[in-house]
């Protein structure tokens, strides 16, 4: 588990496939850690945009 910044950790889960993890990201709240899976990054997906809004979302709070 690698912290990404404060309140904010990627956590490596190990996949039976070709690429051998996938990264969930925990985030802890005041109602304690979440974790988010943000999906697979295909055109059909909305992985990318919500894990960018996440991040805006965290280090919006951060810089606070």
Avoid: Q, Y
Wanted: net charge positive.
């Amino acid at each position: 588990m690698a912290e990404v910044v404060p309140g904010m950790r990627r956590v490596r889960l190990p996949v039976p496939f070709r690429r051998d993890h996938v990264s969930v990201w925990a985030i802890d709240t005041r109602d304690g850690w979440r974790l988010v899976d943000t999906g697979l990054n295909d055109p059909g997906g909305c992985g990318r945009d919500a894990r960018a809004r996440a991040l805006e979302g965290l280090r919006a709070s951060v810089m606070k």
